[in-house]
């Protein structure tokens, strides 16, 4: 059973840093990307970024480039996400989630991911 644990949420001032975790089980973990979404009430969840399965590509939404980064650790079975000058539009749940296939190249749409982790909530407070 395929099992995603996502850690390191907290409240952050605003120009502040996080660094997300997720750790994964239950499957060969290089052979997939990953990827972080992030949802707020009301409001679907939407694709922060991915990386692929031997961390060598990703790709990350246009609203945190620059900001955020991606980074695995395949010896570990785990996916970080770097977050620096947070803003407070950041707040929301983060979750991280696994490609449902191999394949060569990202995607951003949720439905194409198909374990996800409980989530670990973000607050950016200004």
């Known amino acids: 059973q395929v099992q995603l644990v996502e850690s390191g949420g907290g409240l952050v001032q605003a120009g502040g840093s996080l660094r997300l975790s997720c750790a994964v089980s239950?499957?060969?973990?290089?052979?997939?990307?990953m990827g972080w979404f992030r949802q707020t009430p009301g409001k679907e969840r939407e694709f922060v970024s991915a990386?692929?399965?031997?961390?060598?590509?990703?790709r990350y939404a246009d609203s945190v480039k620059g900001r955020f980064t991606i980074s695995r650790d395949n010896t570990k079975n785990t996916v970080y996400l770097q977050m620096n000058n947070l803003k407070p539009e950041d707040t929301a749940v983060y979750y991280c989630?696994?490609?449902?296939?191999?394949?060569?190249?990202?995607?951003?749409?949720?439905?194409?991911?198909?374990?996800w982790g409980q989530g670990t909530q973000v607050t950016i407070s200004s």
């Open positions: 239950g499957r060969m973990f290089s052979n997939y990307a």
């Open positions: 989630a696994s490609d449902r296939k191999v394949r060569y190249f990202l995607v951003a749409e949720p439905s194409e991911y198909n374990y």
């Open positions: 990386i692929s399965g031997s961390g060598r590509t990703t």
